[in-house]
């Protein structure tokens, strides 16, 4: 009996590991992608000690010190607290977004935009979650996505590719914030103009609940998401970070270390080996550097778009003198793809984390947006520029 049972066992095994993968890759699309993309490429380019250099360690360990902060965060319900403050504060659904989408615009000027993502996306989560308005959580995501990847743009150190391009030509900081003024300003004016188009409904919370946040607790979590934002400014080694939060959250909240999107992190070190070994390939060199002499705007613009603006502005470097070119566009690059900014990756994983079912649907109007965004920005640039 036990010979006849055992192939039906194997099928029925086979089929439930087919069906794991299958939503693996249903839930967890751009990590797959930038699995594959990373795979291909080491194909092309075999992994060698170089390889090492691709990752940007210190941005994949201010990424994990700032998520395991705000998981820590989120279990003692600060945001939940907070999102109630700003909505008995702002009181229609209009001010509440445009209030959301300024406080990501202007924290990625300070902070960075992954950094600003990682902070403000889960506040608007529990505003639009706690007055009953998650219709409006994609438009409020994209608009806070849209805002982190052009507020950066105004500063050298507002985004990871202003920094490597500023110190790369030796750009003097007048001449700098004189480039990046135009399109800051027409960002802004963009972003407004999306916002005032969401009606001005009334905000009320669903459930009035008074939630008294645990003093020594927030302190400490206040002062390690403080120490988590001190690594993006280089202050401190970011070892040090990767040391003390976790000690900490191991003894305090060890769910906050658990529950981190660690696919957020491997997607991340994909898409860097992925860049690094486009970067190698004879051909995509000697391609680029023929269409830089043709139109470093545009190429640079559209470059953002299959490799991501910070890859893009290490490549494109090498191949121009013309740094107002490709600072603009490696900056409004910034929008289009989901790729053209690994910031955008994290608001889309944080969106199907809450909207798992709507993956679809939520990307169509993230193109939307962000296509005309990117149409509009590059044409004016391109006027101005040339």
């Known amino acids: 009996m036990q010979g006849v049972k055992r192939p039906h066992a194997h099928p029925i095994h086979l089929s439930w590991v087919l069906g794991k993968i299958g939503n693996f ?24 000690k170089e390889y090492l250099g691709y990752l940007d360690y210190k941005t994949l360990t201010c990424l994990f010190c ?15 607290v907070l999102a109630a403050k700003i909505v008995r504060l702002f009181k229609t659904t209009r001010s509440a977004i445009l209030a959301l989408v300024y406080i990501t615009f202007l924290g990625s000027m300070l902070i960075a935009n992954d950094m600003a993502l990682l902070t403000f996306l889960p506040l608007g989560y529990y505003v639009l979650t706690s ?15 849209i805002a982190a990847n052009l507020g950066g743009m105004l500063t050298p ?20 914030i004189t480039t990046m003024l135009p399109p800051f300003c027409i960002a802004v004016a963009l972003i407004t103009l999306c916002c005032l188009f969401v009606k001005k409904e009334p905000l009320q919370l669903e459930t009035e609940e008074k939630t008294a946040l645990p003093k020594a607790r927030t302190a400490v979590y206040g002062v390690l998401f403080a120490l988590s934002i001190i690594l993006v400014f280089n202050l401190l080694p970011f070892w040090v970070g990767l040391i003390v939060i976790p000690l900490c959250l191991l003894f305090l909240d060890r769910k906050a270390l658990k529950d981190v ?10 898409f860097f080996i992925f860049a690094g070994n486009m970067a190698r390939i004879d051909a ?7 269409l830089m002499n043709a139109n470093p705007l545009l190429v640079s613009a559209l470059s953002c778009q299959a490799i991501s603006n910070v890859p893009s502005a290490i490549l494109l470097s090498q191949f121009t003198s013309d740094w107002q070119a490709l600072l603009v566009g490696v900056n409004v690059g910034g929008v289009g793809t989901l790729i053209s900014s690994l910031a955008s990756l994290i608001t889309f994983r944080q969106y199907t984390k809450y909207n798992p079912k709507k993956a679809g649907s939520y990307i169509l109007l993230f193109s939307a947006f962000n296509f005309a965004f990117l149409i509009l920005l590059t044409g004016i640039e391109y006027l101005l520029l040339f």
């Open 284 to 290: 995509v060199q000697r391609l680029f550097s023929s």
């Open 131 to 145: 007055t009953g308005k998650q219709k409006y959580m994609a438009f409020t995501f994209i608009m806070q996505n």
């Open 261 to 270: 999107d660690y696919g957020l992190l491997f997607t991340f070190v994909a």
């Open 157 to 176: 150190f507002g985004n990871p590719q202003n920094l490597y391009l500023f110190n790369r030509f030796s750009i003097p900081t007048g001449d700098f």
């Open 25 to 48: 890759i249903k839930t967890n699309a751009v990590l797959t992608i930038a699995l594959l993309a990373a795979l291909i490429t080491s194909i092309i380019v075999p992994p060698d």
């Open 66 to 80: 700032t998520l395991a902060v705000i998981c820590a965060l989120r279990n003692i319900r600060f945001f939940s």
